[in-house]
C-alpha cells in the first residue's frame, strides 16, 4: 500500500499508470484503520473509491487533511473479511502491507464501509479482481526489472483518455463489473497518468499507450516501486507459490467470510 502517491499535485485530480484501468468508481465511502498508531491515519476518512486492474485507490474528500489519497494494489492485501454487525452498516476489513516508495512503514488492519450500500458486491469484485490478477502474474514473481528506476526522480503525467475513465460495457478481461450497483464514473478531466506502466500484477496483460500520445500536464516524484528497487533485492519467482490466502477461517461472530471465486 502507498500513502499520498495517487494524487495530482493540487489533490483534484487521480493519478494511475499508463495502462491501468478504472473498473468501479464509488463515492462516499467510508476509511477507517485499526490498531495503527499514526495521527494522520487515527480519524475515519470520506471520500471516493477506485476499483483499477491493478489496485484499489482511496481518494479522501477533505481538503484540509493531510491524508490525501491511499492505495492497495493485490497482491498487498491479507485476510480479507466481510463484517455484518447487527447495529451499523457492513463493511470490509483486512490487512495490507506497505511497497516500496509508498511513503510509509507498517501493516495497518484497513476498514471500508458504503453507507449508500454495495459492501457484499464490492467484497465480491475486490476478489474476483484480486483473483484474475494472480492469474496474470502470479503475485510472488518479481516486477519487470527494465521499468524500475535505479534513481528517485520526477515522472510526467498526462490527462487520460477517455477510456480509462470507466468499464467499457460487458466483461473487461474476464472481470464483469458490478456497474448495476455502482453507475457513477469519475467526473470528467479527472483522471491523469503517469508514463510508466504499472510495476504489480494486474487484471489482464497491461497494454500502455504509446509514450507522448497525450499532452504533458506536469511532474511528480517517481511513484512507488519505481525508486530504489535493486533488482539484486527482488524476491525469486517462485511458481509454487499460491496468492495471499484470504480468509478460510471460521467466521466470527456477527460476521461472515466473503464468497470464495467458486461462489462468484
Not at 18 to 37: A, H, S
Not at 56 to 66: A, E, Q, R, W
Not at 91 to 102: A, C, F, M, S, T
Not at 155 to 170: E, F, K, M, S
Request: glycine share 8%.
Amino acid at each position: 500500500m502507498s500513502l499520498n502517491t495517487s494524487h495530482t499535485p493540487d489533490g483534484n485530480g487521480v493519478l494511475i499508470y499508463n495502462g491501468e484501468m478504472i473498473l468501479l468508481y464509488i463515492t462516499d465511502v467510508k476509511l477507517k484503520f485499526e490498531k495503527y498508531d499514526v495521527k494522520s491515519f487515527k480519524s475515519t476518512k470520506s471520500g471516493a473509491l477506485y476499483l483499477t486492474s491493478h489496485r484499489i485507490i482511496f481518494m479522501n474528500s477533505s481538503k484540509k487533511d493531510d491524508f490525501k489519497s491511499f492505495a492497495m494494489p493485490f497482491h498487498s492485501f491479507r485476510d480479507v473479511k466481510l463484517e455484518q454487525p447487527l447495529l451499523a452498516p457492513n463493511y470490509l476489513k483486512g490487512w495490507v502491507q506497505p511497497i516500496p516508495g509508498g511513503n510509509f512503514d507498517g501493516c495497518p488492519e484497513w476498514r471500508l464501509s458504503f453507507p449508500k450500500g454495495g459492501c457484499i458486491e464490492f467484497g465480491q469484485a475486490l476478489l474476483r479482481a484480486a483473483d484474475l490478477a494472480s492469474r496474470s502474474r502470479p503475485f510472488s514473481a518479481p516486477p519487470a526489472y527494465g521499468a524500475l528506476i535505479p534513481e528517485p526522480q520526477q515522472q510526467t503525467y498526462y490527462q487520460a483518455a477517455p477510456t480509462y475513465y470507466y468499464a467499457q460495457q460487458g466483461a473487461y478481461q474476464g472481470f464483469q463489473a458490478p456497474t448495476n450497483v455502482f453507475p457513477e464514473q469519475p467526473p470528467a478531466g479527472n483522471v491523469y497518468i503517469y508514463d510508466i506502466p504499472p510495476p504489480y500484477p494486474g487484471i489482464g496483460q497491461t497494454t500502455p499507450y504509446p509514450s507522448g500520445q497525450f499532452q504533458a500536464v506536469g511532474t511528480v516524484p517517481a511513484p512507488p516501486a519505481y525508486v530504489n528497487v535493486p533488482q539484486a533485492t527482488q524476491p525469486g519467482y517462485n511458481p509454487n507459490v499460491v496468492p495471499p490466502a484470504y480468509s478460510q477461517q471460521p467466521p466470527q461472530q456477527q460476521a461472515a467470510p466473503l464468497p470464495n471465486k467458486e461462489a462468484l
